[in-house]
């Protein structure tokens, strides 16, 4: 099966600590976006990745980290720096080129505050 | 600011109708799309449309698009208890992203 997975589906975090969420594609896909969504709302962009070993700050990237070592893999690190992390969060491949095309979603992770 | 702003922001029909939302964006684009989001889940794309096209279906899905009003439609026919969920416009006003409106969220009465 070809998609998007995201793991884990929830995952609580405690005061200071920092916490990594996964994303792996199997889409052959060069372009990856981890988007946060809060209740009753539409999407922000956090971060997104063209290509390996290069990535790009979205509209709301403090307090978070990314890496892409590799072309499936774009996993998001939530720091201790973000105060308010609790929400869902999606992650997106698309094939990369000029105007954007159809993005490909994962089933999220939702993260909870201890 | 977002650049996609869905109307209204919720809807419930009864099944069998029809149900229309309506995006709006600020800046020029290259192409809409419209996506689903059952609760809890991840987005599916539904539809992408480009700004040179003004109309295009896909099955009970129609949508528009007049660029000159910066506007878009989705119309679902026929509605169906299965197509309760949230759906968004994205477009892609800045390069090489996708910026998302705050969503339509539909309920089909049975």
């Known amino acids: 099966d070809g998609g998007i997975t995201q793991s884990p589906k929830y995952l609580f975090r405690k005061e200071g600590q920092n916490v990594t969420l996964s994303c792996e594609q199997n889409l052959n896909h060069d372009a990856m976006y981890w988007y946060r969504q809060d209740p009753g709302q539409g999407l922000r962009l956090i971060y997104y990745?063209?290509?390996?070993?290069?990535?790009q700050k979205g509209d709301i990237a403090e307090g978070y980290s990314v890496s892409r070592e590799k072309k499936e893999s774009f996993p998001l690190t939530v720091t201790s720096a973000q105060k308010n992390p609790t929400a869902f969060y999606l992650c997106?491949?698309?094939?990369?080129?000029?105007?954007?095309?159809?993005?490909?979603f994962g089933p999220g992770t939702r993260l909870l505050v201890l | 600011s977002q650049q996609g702003e869905e109307d209204p922001q919720a809807l419930s029909i009864q099944e069998g109708e029809n149900a229309t939302m309506n995006c709006s964006y600020k800046t020029s684009i290259n192409n809409l799309q419209w996506y689903r989001q059952n609760s809890g889940r991840g987005l599916v794309h539904l539809i992408l449309?480009?700004?040179?096209?003004r109309e295009k279906h896909s099955g009970r899905l129609r949508v528009t698009l007049d660029t000159s009003k910066k506007s878009s439609s989705l119309l679902i026919t026929a509605s169906r208890a299965a197509d309760t969920a949230s759906y968004f416009c994205?477009?892609?006003?800045?390069?090489?992203?996708?910026?998302f409106g705050q969503g339509t969220r539909l309920t089909i009465n049975p």
């Open positions: 449309i480009r700004s040179n096209e």
């Open positions: 994205a477009t892609d006003a800045k390069a090489q992203k996708l910026v």
């Open positions: 997106a491949s698309t094939t990369s080129g000029g105007a954007i095309e159809t993005q490909y």
């Open positions: 990745s063209q290509i390996v070993n290069d990535f």
